[in-house]
Each structure stands twice: as structure tokens, then as C-alpha cells.
């Protein structure tokens, strides 16, 4: 007896949602790309103030005192790339409290990693750590694991910058490597969606995830989570990808140790909860909350925040 495929079930707009900012945002990021490139500043600068007051649409920000600012800055000088994570994901077994997993190994591991392919890997599988020079991106990341785009006291939220951050990359993916790029979509979209044809990835925050992009928006269904922030001051190693996928993001192939991370970031109301946890595990990493570093980071130019340095 042959197994009937399930037909897919209405999907919930958000993807559309990011596609949509997506393309809206495409023509300003091309725009800046180049002026940076080519060291038009005035240019630049336009483009920039235009970002903060067109594109970035500020919630309320926790305030914080000017020396709570100047420690946060000092903590993150050494800071070269993030990782958005959270403190639970769902797992084969049963629900997965990162966190804990993050002390028992003494720092991150390789996981399970699909994407690469776009990077040029020559296995269609790899296991590496996704990092990101934007720490605004992997914030985004991170509020996957709370409730997405509506995470309070942020400087943009989850969908914007994502949709931003890569409407680049998707029009450099598709319109420089043309048909090879065309061959590893297909690759790629094999080894990470189901029999019923929704994206596994978002399913590891919220089983109702169906696309690449709608997790930024649902956030998590795991009672209690919230998001994560580590930065990292150096990678031990990293895969070597090609363009356009090494402009956008960074992939370590070995596990990234305690003496590499700078600083954990989390909920204002979550510091002291990790602090314990840190410590019952003899782990002395500065822990702040990601309330401050939006704070911070509504003082940088947009280009700073997209980790163009």
C-alpha cells in the first residue's frame, strides 16, 4: 500500500510578511552596500539616518544609567561574533534546557546544519555553530526562543531585521551563482523539510513553525522560555564558505570554549536566574541583559549595527 502524501495546510503569513519586507527593504540595503563600499560617506551617512527613522521602528526602551551603558560597551569591546539561542528547544526526546546543556559541555557544540550547503560545503551535512557578526541578527535569533517580533524594549524587532539583513544575500544567492545556487536550493530544501513539506528548522522553538521566516514572527511554544545572547570574542575554527553566504554569517566546525565567549546576555528579569546556574556549574562569565545592549546599540549608526566594520 503507498502512503498518501498529506496536502499542507494553510500557512500563516508570515513568510509572505517577510518577503514583503524583504523586497521593500532590498533596493535601501543595495544602495548602502555600495556608498559603503565605495566610501561615499555623505551617501552613506543619508542612508543611514534614513534606516534609523524609516525602517527601525523603535519600541519603548528600558533606560539605563550612563555608566550601565559604558560597562556594557567596555564587556563587548572584544566582542567579534554572536550566537542567538534560548533556553529551551524542543528535542527528539522530550524538551532540551540549552542552557544547561551550554554548562555541562563547558561552552557551545556543533549541531546538526543543513545551510551550509549555500556556503559551498562540499558535504550536504555539516555540524557547526552559526555565528553572526550583527549582533542586532542574532539577537533576532535569540527572540525566536521568547515570543519573536514581540519581544518588548527592542530596537527593531525580529522580522525587520532579518528581513533586512538578507535581502541582499537572497538577491546576490540567486543572481550571481544562478544555476548552481538553483541545484543546492533544491539540496538544501530535501534535507529540511518534511514528508507534509514544512521547514524543520523553526520546529526546534515552536512545533506550529512551517516556514524558514515565521518563527521570527510565532516565537516559541515552550512554557517559560526566553532568549538568549552570547557573544563571542574568537573562533578556534571555522568552515570556509564561499560568497555570497561568508558576508552574512560565520559557521565554527569545533566547539567554542568558555575562554572564547565574552558575555551572556538575557532577560532583565532572568540575570539572576542564570548567574546561579553559571556558578552552580563553576562558570564565571559576565552576565547582562539583552534590555541593555538595545539600549546601547540605539546610540550606533545602522551600519555598525548590521556588523560592517
Known amino acids: ?65 550612563s555608566s550601565e551603558m559604558s560597562e556594557y560597551q567596555k564587556l563587548t569591546k572584544g566582542t567579534q561574533f554572536w550566537h542567538g539561542t534560548g533556553r529551551w528547544q524542543h528535542g527528539e526526546h522530550g524538551t532540551v534546557d540549552v542552557l544547561k546543556s551550554f554548562c555541562d559541555t563547558a561552552g557551545l557544540n556543533p549541531a546538526r546544519d543543513v545551510y551550509a550547503v549555500f556556503g559551498g560545503s562540499d558535504q550536504h551535512i555539516i555540524h557547526s555553530i552559526s555565528v553572526c557578526r550583527s549582533r542586532m541578527v542574532a539577537r533576532s535569533y535569540a527572540d525566536m526562543h521568547g515570543v519573536g517580533w514581540k519581544e518588548k524594549s527592542r530596537y527593531g524587532d525580529a522580522l525587520t531585521w532579518t528581513a533586512y539583513y538578507y535581502s541582499l544575500f537572497y538577491a546576490r544567492l540567486f543572481t550571481i551563482n544562478d544555476i548552481k545556487m538553483l541545484r543546492r536550493w533544491k539540496t538544501w530544501r530535501s534535507l529540511s523539510h518534511d514528508e507534509h513539506g514544512d521547514n524543520t528548522w523553526g520546529k526546534k522553538v515552536n512545533r506550529q513553525a512551517r516556514d524558514v521566516w515565521d518563527i521570527f514572527c510565532l516565537g516559541s511554544d515552550i512554557p517559560g522560555n526566553y532568549p538568549i545572547l552570547i557573544g563571542i570574542k574568537h573562533l578556534a575554527s571555522q568552515v570556509e564558505l564561499e560568497k555570497p553566504m561568508r558576508y552574512y554569517e560565520a559557521r565554527a566546525d569545533k566547539r567554542i570554549a568558555i575562554t572564547d565567549i565574552s558575555h551572556i546576555e538575557v532577560p532583565y528579569n532572568k540575570q539572576e536566574e542564570v548567574r546561579r546556574l553559571l556558578l552552580a556549574h563553576n562558570i564565571t562569565l559576565p552576565v547582562t541583559s539583552i534590555e541593555l545592549g538595545e539600549c546601547v546599540s540605539a546610540q550606533k549608526s545602522f551600519t555598525e549595527l548590521l556588523g560592517w566594520h
Open 1 to 65: 500500500m503507498v502512503a498518501r502524501r498529506r496536502t499542507r495546510t494553510r500557512g500563516n503569513g508570515y513568510q509572505k510578511l517577510f518577503i514583503k519586507k524583504l523586497l521593500r527593504y532590498l533596493p535601501h540595503h543595495l544602495l548602502l552596500a555600495i556608498t559603503h563600499k565605495i566610501r561615499l560617506r555623505s551617501a552613506e551617512k543619508l542612508l543611514d539616518r534614513m534606516a534609523l527613522k524609516r525602517i527601525i521602528k523603535t519600541k519603548p526602551l528600558r533606560q539605563f544609567s
